[in-house]
């Protein structure tokens, strides 16, 4: 047994709650079991925070693996590129509710062809080329964040401030997701070669690597941080330190302000697994077409599957062995902050760290809220400091402004105060929506 689970089973958080992790336990074993493509594959055309994009190939029309398929430059900088994840036929233009936005926006449906998996783009020499070059291929790859948040990941490299700092967050507290620690231990030299990329597009010396791995766990990938001089930072044991603003604190002692970001005071950073996907595509031509996820349910335990970006949920299930109707509801990412879905024929998004399945006797514990008692337990956990009894009662009045005044902004989506309300009222809709509101006052 490689990873140390007598000492992992809970993460201690303000307010001294604990979120209990035991149910990832066994995912940190597992290694990646690679899913074929479905017959069909249902691509969104916006899988990032910013512009939607617009489909430029036709119905009818042959792609290749990894072509792209999707883009929208006219819209401005924050616009990612969608490629198709199989050699097949695009088959039909549809519009569906994307469950990370909550919107009804467009998406496509390819019917593969075959497993062809021959990379599009000609792989570049980092060594060599400029930095527009590999910030070019880093959006012409269609890369995103990985750790949940999906911003554009060439503008985030391509930052007007200066960055003297770049941090890795391969922290993965949430309860259910163990796919980072896996592709540390079984990617580790792809990771390195992606974070040093990364550091000579920003023209960074001092980078940290912070994770709540313990001491050899991952003897291979520790050992290629030190021969890159690239310092390694063991997270205490908190979940609600993953958010980066928190990670920033916690690791360089630095205070983000609040409103601001940390390129405001010269920090970056990125995820492990969005730092892998540089390396691909930068050195071997590979657009970001799939991604490393957990899937979960209490019958099968975890397992870490490399999964194609549009492929449906019930496609997952049949390939572990589970029937797509014996779930009541399934969540797309973390248990705390994820978003239910509709029913399994929803597919992955670039967005998705993890599949949770939960069967009838799983009832969703927000179902029948009761009315606040205004006990304060959601403001005593909150890891930013914000009052969420306070602004949902301020969203239900639609006041901008007095949202403004509580800092909603602030607000990481963690989802504890959700998770510790007595009267199960879920909070984290009500700060979501009212940080929307307030952007589009």
Same mark, same amino acid.
């Given at each position: ?9 809970k ?5 001294r709650?604990?979120v209990d992790?035991?149910?990832?336990m ?15 594959m249902i ?5 990032? @925070? ?6 430029v190939v ?12 999707? $883009? ?19 088959? =039909? ?30 792989p570049? $020499? ?11 291929? &880093?959006? *012409? ?7 949940g ?36 231990? =079984? ?14 597009i ?8 912070a ?32 958010s ?8 360089? $002692? ?9 390129p ?44 194609r ?13 589970d ?7 399934? @969540? ?8 239910? @879905? ?12 993890? &599949? ?42 639609? $006041? ?12 990481? *989506? ?28």
């Amino acid at each position: 047994m490689l990873f140390k689970k007598k000492n992992e089973y809970k993460f201690i958080e303000k307010g001294r709650f604990n979120v209990d992790i035991d149910i990832k336990m066994n995912a940190l074993e597992d290694p990646f079991s690679t899913i074929p493509p479905a017959e069909e594959m249902i691509v969104f055309l916006k899988q990032h @925070i910013g512009p939607e994009t617009n489909l430029v190939v036709n119905v009818g029309e042959s792609v290749r693996y990894g072509q792209k398929i999707g $883009d929208n430059p006219d819209a401005g900088p924050m616009v990612v590129p969608i490629h198709s994840p199989v050699k097949g036929t695009i088959k =039909e233009e549809i519009e569906m509710l994307n469950p990370i936005s909550g919107k009804i926006e467009k998406a496509v449906i390819i019917a593969t062809k075959d497993d062809n998996q021959e990379p599009f783009y000609e792989p570049l $020499d980092p060594e060599k080329e400029s930095r527009n070059i590999l910030l070019e291929r &880093v959006r *012409e790859a269609g890369i995103v964040g990985l750790g949940g948040a999906s911003f554009p990941t060439h503008v985030k490299l391509n930052t007007s401030q200066k960055i003297s700092h770049l941090i890795i967050n391969a922290k993965e507290s949430d309860p259910n997701i163990a796919c980072d620690c896996r592709l540390m231990m =079984e990617k580790p030299k792809e990771i390195i070669n992606g974070i040093n990329i990364m550091a000579k597009i920003l023209g960074v010396k001092k980078i940290t690597f912070a994770t709540r791995t313990q001491e050899g766990e991952t003897p291979e990938f520790e050992a290629l941080l030190e021969e890159n001089e690239i310092s390694l930072e063991r997270m205490r044991p908190n979940y609600s330190i993953g958010s980066e603003k928190l990670l920033v604190k916690e690791v360089l $002692d630095k205070e983000v302000p609040s409103g601001k970001f940390p390129p405001d005071i010269g920090v970056l950073v990125h995820n492990v697994a969005t730092a892998y996907a540089v390396e691909e595509a930068i050195e071997k031509g590979e657009p970001l077409v799939s991604r490393g996820l957990t899937y979960y349910s209490k019958e099968k335990g975890g397992k870490n599957l490399w999964v194609r970006m549009g492929t449906p949920v019930d496609h997952i299930l049949k390939f572990v062995g589970d029937s797509p109707t014996q779930y009541e509801r399934i @969540i797309l990412g973390s248990i705390l902050m994820g978003p239910t @879905i509709p029913n399994p024929s929803y597919p992955i998004l670039k967005a998705t760290s993890a &599949v949770t399945g939960f069967t009838p006797n799983e009832p969703d514990p927000y179902r029948e809220p009761l009315p606040c008692i205004r006990c304060g337990y959601c403001n005593t956990i909150c890891p930013v400091y914000i009052y969420p009894q306070l602004i949902m009662e301020a969203e239900k009045k639609k $006041d901008a402004n007095r949202l403004r005044k509580l800092h909603v902004e602030d607000c990481i *989506e963690c989802g504890l105060c959700s998770y510790v309300c007595p009267s199960r009222i879920r909070f984290t809709e009500y700060l979501t929506n009212g940080k929307n509101l307030v952007r589009d006052d």
